[in-house]
């Protein structure tokens, strides 16, 4: 099977490729840099509408996984535009470049918890409403309703993946990464922008990708398709904290904000059960597996 990955430098594109290309996948990642890894089948990533789909009838994939594009709820309140130019935009284009391309890949959309806002009741079903509370939450709807568009008039396969908090060996930013950098440095404390009891639902990075990879084997029940990704169980912030000191074996205190970030929501816990209906044989890993793998890899960087 062929897969095309654009963002194929980012976070959710490496690791992606990374689990593809190990389960025998052959894998091509559209990015504009080139320090990445020696096993790692680059192509430029095209200007225009029109190159991008000469490359995708170039390439022929069965499937195809969207990476790129805007991946901060706080970056998107200082600038909106871009957010909707990265995220929006850059999907339509996407879109667009494969109806003309005339390939018919099954195209995988990572979406966000974001479109559900603050949730009134939990766990959060796929068909709970969708209230953004950020910029960022309104540009992901906007992309699963461009979703809905191609799927119903021009016939595309497409896979809507609400995405929840997806933590991996190869990130370099978000919540996990950024407090285990404060527990390595020598600051006296841990600092958080929010209060620290906001429960958020975590997935490991390759229970995604080993799930996109079971769901690009099946055929689908209809064009459009949209599933939660999430554990189906949440965890405090500081409830996180707790388990990344004990497995690093340091102790510092936590400094909570009084309020929370703007556009956070308070509590999040995803319904998967749609997803392991479809999946029978697929089942998120324990939290503490994935950060324990994440400290490993984490480790042996800085040594």
């Given at each position: 099977?062929r897969w095309l990955i654009?963002?194929?430098?980012?976070?959710?594109?490496?690791?992606?490729?990374?689990?593809?290309?190990?389960?025998?996948?052959?894998?091509?990642?559209?990015?504009?840099?080139?320090?990445?890894?020696?096993?790692?089948?680059?192509?430029?990533?095209?200007?225009?509408?029109?190159?991008?789909?000469?490359?995708?009838?170039?390439?022929?994939?069965?499937c195809i996984?969207?990476?790129?594009?805007?991946?901060?709820?706080?970056?998107?309140?200082?600038?909106?535009?871009?957010?909707?130019?990265?995220?929006?935009?850059?999907?339509?284009?996407?879109?667009?470049?494969?109806?003309?391309?005339?390939?018919?890949?099954?195209?995988?959309?990572?979406?966000?918890?974001?479109?559900?806002?603050?949730?009134?009741?939990?766990?959060?079903?796929?068909?709970?409403?969708?209230?953004?509370?950020?910029?960022?939450?309104?540009?992901?709807?906007?992309?699963?309703?461009?979703?809905?568009?191609?799927?119903?008039?021009?016939?595309?396969?497409?896979?809507?993946?609400?995405?929840?908090?997806?933590?991996?060996?190869?990130?370099?930013?978000?919540?996990?990464?950024?407090?285990?950098?404060?527990?390595?440095?020598?600051?006296?404390?841990?600092?958080?922008?929010?209060?620290?009891?906001?429960?958020?639902?975590?997935?490991?990075?390759?229970?995604?990708?080993?799930?996109?990879?079971?769901?690009?084997?099946?055929?689908?029940?209809?064009?459009?398709?949209?599933?939660?990704?999430?554990?189906?169980?949440?965890?405090?912030?500081?409830?996180?904290?707790?388990?990344?000191?004990?497995?690093?074996?340091?102790?510092?205190?936590?400094?909570?904000?009084?309020?929370?970030?703007?556009?956070?929501?308070?509590?999040?816990?995803?319904?998967?059960?749609?997803?392991?209906?479809?999946?029978?044989?697929?089942?998120?890993?324990?939290?503490?597996?994935?950060?324990?793998?994440?400290?490993?890899?984490?480790?042996?960087?800085?040594?």
């Open positions: 099977m654009t963002g194929g430098n980012g976070f959710l594109g490496l690791s992606v490729a990374d689990y593809l290309a190990r389960a025998g996948k052959t894998v091509v990642g559209l990015t504009r840099k080139t320090d990445l890894p020696d096993w790692f089948r680059r192509r430029e990533y095209p200007a225009s509408i029109k190159a991008l789909a000469d490359l995708v009838r170039d390439e022929q994939p069965d996984f969207h990476a790129a594009g805007a991946a901060s709820v706080g970056d998107s309140w200082g600038e909106p535009g871009r957010d909707f130019a990265d995220s929006v935009l850059a999907w339509q284009a996407l879109l667009e470049s494969v109806r003309r391309s005339e390939v018919k890949p099954m195209v995988f959309l990572p979406s966000s918890g974001a479109v559900f806002g603050d949730p009134e009741t939990l766990p959060i079903t796929e068909d709970a409403p969708r209230r953004p509370i950020s910029p960022y939450g309104f540009h992901k709807l906007l992309c699963e309703q461009l979703a809905a568009e191609y799927a119903a008039l021009w016939e595309m396969p497409i896979v809507v993946c609400r995405l929840f908090s997806v933590f991996g060996p190869r990130q370099r930013r978000l919540l996990v990464w950024e407090l285990v950098e404060q527990i390595f440095s020598g600051a006296p404390t841990i600092c958080l922008q929010g209060t620290g009891l906001e429960e958020r639902d975590y997935l490991v990075a390759s229970d995604f990708a080993m799930a996109l990879d079971s769901l690009s084997r099946k055929p689908a029940a209809d064009l459009l398709e949209t599933f939660n990704f999430g554990s189906g169980a949440s965890l405090r912030v500081v409830d996180l904290i707790d388990i990344l000191q004990r497995l690093i074996g340091v102790e510092k205190p936590v400094v909570r904000g009084q309020t929370g970030r703007r556009g956070d929501p308070l509590h999040w816990r995803v319904d998967n059960r749609r997803l392991r209906e479809a999946l029978p044989g697929w089942c998120p890993q324990p939290i503490e597996k994935g950060l324990a793998d994440c400290l490993a890899a984490w480790k042996a960087e800085r040594h």
